[in-house]
């Protein structure tokens, strides 16, 4: 019992515990179930103890007289004591059910119905009183409380315990951490965030208040013990910090570039005639600030983690990544730094973020920090000039430039890369297959333009194929599958002529059951206007999806629906132009 009641002190996404006394699939089971067992329940149940009683509900949302009813249903249990609904010795929980949500409505019975003694209710109401809307001093980033709190026990954050924010912001991590007990510092390399005096977040105020800051935070929800302090510094200078500063956890969102964008400080090369002759007179100086890559700022993190981190300590980030393309392989890895968990949180379709929890175990020599190999010997010197190489450059060094992809008769170059794989860069393609996905047909058919790009106009002029791009395509290839496979004519007018060919095809003497076959075939042939007008003119809007540089191939799909509408007014736009 210990144990559950430590368990749900911390879980932010247990709603409560209870012990089951008793599980069924209906009512009537579940009652008889109970009457078999009162003789087991009574010491709850005696004139001593006030009690109470809960009904919830998973999968579907039920009204108060129906609660009412159930309430009273379970009378037969002969409870002696008094109701108390403020703070009752016992309180009987009667949970239903509903089975997973389809999208469809719920059934009208539950699937399973439990019944049992609440033991303690989790932190949900302890999480709402960190609501954004209410706290003082917030940012355009300030992290969901439910996150928060889930960032600190991942993080494992106990009373006593050293915890930082290198990218701090508006402090919204932290507060988690001081409510577990923790010591809290904060460093971030923006002033005016750190001190509330950036523009106001909240859409109904014109200007902060001058009070707004991460201690007001922390005042408000009784913590201000655990507050230590926050510095205007730049943490990618690990040097801010003493050599033997350690901390029991590292809790950050660092700032990647799509909300707020990464910063470092770092000092640029001034002409002479711009500085001071004397430098004494110059009384303050605002230090200047360049881009700070996601790369640099990830090995950053994981090199000042494994050196501050004490042993056992834990570091928590998030990470961004494209939902596709995920591969926990490719999280970054530390030799004294172990992953621990990794959660995957999806933002929208194509993007989400990773939670990462890593665990010191691993006091680092300063060969065993992270480093990314880069070359930059293929670089011109400031003055144009080119470098001498000090080292021959290997084949995998090679910048080499994009292939460029023209439209012309098949010409492929096959580049060997690292691995002893190979790329298919193609020069020039005239054809590819391409797939009419209402359909389920896919022909290889001949390109005949390139009539868009979202990115560049350059490269619909110089009829450029690349990913995304928006071709013509010969239609004959699925005119001909269409009039094969449904025995109708396709975008012909009235009138036309037919070959003795297509006269085979159309007015062949069938079987029933083949007659039978094609008019089920033909319930679905309907093609949609836009798409019929095209066949008229025997093209096709079409976009690639494979990438010409990397595989020598022009594949794609034919244009339906709302993206085909998209797209001709789209074209018609540039044409009106």
């Not at 129906?66 to 403020?86: A, C, H, P, W």
């Not at 577990?180 to 001190?195: A, M, S």
């Not at 001949?446 to 350059?458: C, G, K, P, Q, T």
């Amino acid at each position: 019992m210990d144990d559950v009641l430590k368990l749900l002190s911390r879980s932010i996404l247990l709603r409560y515990g209870c012990i089951l006394w008793s599980q069924a699939s209906t009512y009537s089971e579940l009652y008889k179930d109970l009457s078999s067992k009162i003789h087991l329940l009574e010491p709850y149940f005696d004139r001593e103890q006030s009690f109470k009683f809960l009904v919830d509900s998973f999968g579907k949302k039920v009204s108060g007289e129906y609660k009412q009813k159930r309430m009273e249903e379970l009378s037969f249990l002969n409870i002696q004591g008094k109701v108390d609904l403020t703070n009752p010795d016992n309180q009987f929980m009667l949970i239903e059910d509903y089975g997973k949500l389809s999208g469809l409505p719920p059934p009208e019975n539950p699937v399973q119905i439990f019944f049992g003694r609440l033991i303690k209710f989790g932190m949900n109401k302890v999480v709402s009183r960190y609501n954004l809307k209410d706290r003082i001093f917030i940012g355009n980033t300030s992290m969901d409380p439910i996150l928060s709190f889930l960032m600190a026990n991942i993080g494992e954050v106990q009373s006593g315990d050293l915890v930082l924010d290198p990218y701090v912001g508006s402090g919204s991590i932290l507060l988690p951490a001081a409510h577990f007990g923790g010591y809290c510092v904060g460093v971030e390399i923006d002033y005016n965030v750190l001190h509330g005096k950036s523009k106001p977040s909240r859409c109904t105020a014109s200007a902060r208040h001058p009070d707004e800051c991460i201690r007001a935070n922390f005042k408000q929800y009784g913590l201000e013990a655990k507050y230590v302090d926050v510095l205007v510094a730049d943490s990618s200078k690990s040097s801010i910090w003493t050599s033997h500063a350690r901390f029991d956890c590292i809790l950050t969102d660092p700032p990647y570039g799509i909300r707020e964008k990464g910063a470092k400080v770092k000092r640029k090369q001034l002409p002479d005639f711009w500085l001071l002759k004397d430098r004494s007179t110059e009384t303050v100086h605002y230090p200047s600030k360049a881009k700070y890559c996601l790369n640099d700022l990830v090995l950053d993190l994981l090199n000042f983690a494994a050196t501050c981190l004490t042993e056992g300590g834990h570091l928590v980030y998030w990470l961004p990544v494209c939902k596709n393309q995920f591969d926990e392989a490719q999280i970054p890895k530390h030799p004294c730094l172990k992953i621990v968990s990794t959660s995957l949180q999806l933002l929208t379709k194509t993007y989400g973020r990773v939670l990462i929890s890593m665990s010191d175990y691993i006091e680092p020599e300063t060969s065993e920090w992270v480093r990314i190999s880069r070359d930059h010997w293929h670089k011109r010197r400031k003055t144009g000039g080119k470098r001498k190489p000090l080292h021959k450059k290997r084949k995998y060094e090679l910048g080499r430039p994009p292939a460029m992809t023209k439209l012309g008769s098949k010409r492929i170059h096959i580049v060997r890369v690292r691995g002893g794989n190979r790329k298919y860069r193609a020069l020039r393609l005239e054809t590819g297959n391409y797939s009419w996905g209402s359909e389920g047909c896919t022909r290889k058919t001949r390109i005949i333009d390139v009539v868009y790009n979202a990115s560049n106009n350059e490269l619909v002029r110089t009829k450029t194929l690349v990913k995304s791009a928006i071709v013509v395509i010969d239609a004959t290839p699925f005119r001909q599958w269409y009039e094969n496979h449904y025995a109708l004519p396709i975008g012909r007018k009235k009138g036309a002529k037919l070959t003795e060919q297509e006269e085979a095809i159309f007015n062949a003497t069938r079987s029933k059951a083949a007659e039978k076959k094609l008019a089920k075939r033909r319930i679905t042939a309907k093609v949609e206007p836009a798409l019929e007008e095209q066949f008229q003119s025997g093209r096709l809007l079409a976009c690639i999806t494979s990438r010409p540089g990397q595989v020598g191939r022009a594949d794609g799909y034919v244009l339906e629906g709302k993206e085909l509408e998209f797209y001709l007014r789209k074209i018609k736009a540039k044409k009106s132009k």
